[in-house]
């Protein structure tokens, strides 16, 4: 097939408008169930009282602000892909109730506070603003892309991802979560399986030094994603680890790999029951002079999971404090080769495999003495 006939068969099959929707518009089709503000793969709700209040500023002054993007779905009924936090806090502030109450503990909607360009904003509320002020507000426009329907599911898919790419703060999981949940049922139950996985309390607890921020934005269903990539693929690793991950999610919703739900999961959760047990929150950490350090390093996650896969019918008949004391011999900053592999550049494909070979090396040379 040539490039021009390629194009126009790909081409033909992607539409979409492009809409101004105004304030009250938005929220006339959201209270009349038009509008599905948070579907479900929709990530959540995260911006304070204060970031609402400065977007209702911004609103109000006339700054510029990024498009969200709507899909068309089979019965007519629009979801909101991208742009959940802004609209939102429209509607919170406008009505005064939240879209998704049970959302968030923290859902703010009380009057504006944290505005600093106009100060004088701070305690209004949508009701005690001057009239002029609310007729403003509601005729103020947001620019949508509205993706038409289509039966191509991966077409969805590799749209949502490009058009949130480019324009969204998200986290690389973040924008894979709710591109895979586009694809269909395929894309659901690979997700399904990655919070099944990442809900483990022996994994939960073998990840508790995961910073906050992570958890909240689905940083350990990315390592599980990471965990079994690299179980089950590793020599297809090249490029940035993201790029990479997101090609192995598709090829596995696309059935291009073989993917065994039920035996990864089981072999996932024994694993992570034998590092649990034996290191706690200690298992992926850096680790200098028998001490850790700091929280959890993507670099160790992968040499330790990885190296210790081989061994963990040895490791489970460890004692913990003999498991830790070859950890700390494994990973530590004394260790220097494992020290030149991990630092910048560490996701080269020589580096990791290093690291995760030399894990296996002492361990195989350690765990029975």
Known sequence: MGLLQELDEQSSQIRFDVIDFSVGELIRLHEGKEIAIQPEFQRMFRWTGAQQSRFIESML????????VLFQRQDGVLELIDGLQRVSSLIKFVTGTSPAPNNSEDDYTGPLIGCDILSS???ETFLTLASVLQLELKRKTLRAIVIKRTNNAYLRYEMFKRLNSGGSPAEAHEIRNASLRIVGQAGENFLALLQRCSDFPPFQDATDSLSDQSKDRLGRQELVLRFLA????????KGSISDWLDKYSEAVVK???????????????????????KFGAEAFVKHKNSRTLGGLAPAYFDAVTMGLLPLLPRLASTSPERAKEVLNLAVGHENAAFKENVGPGANAVPRLKKRIAEVYRVFDLELDK
């Open 61 to 68: 002054l006339g700054l510029p602000i990024p498009q969200i």
């Open 255 to 277: 059935n291009q790999v073989a993917f065994d739900f039920q035996s990864e999961e089981g072999q996932f959760q024994y694993a992570f029951a034998v590092f649990a047990e």
């Open 230 to 237: 690299l179980k089950l693929s590793i020599d297809t690793y």
């Open 121 to 123: 904003l701070n305690g």
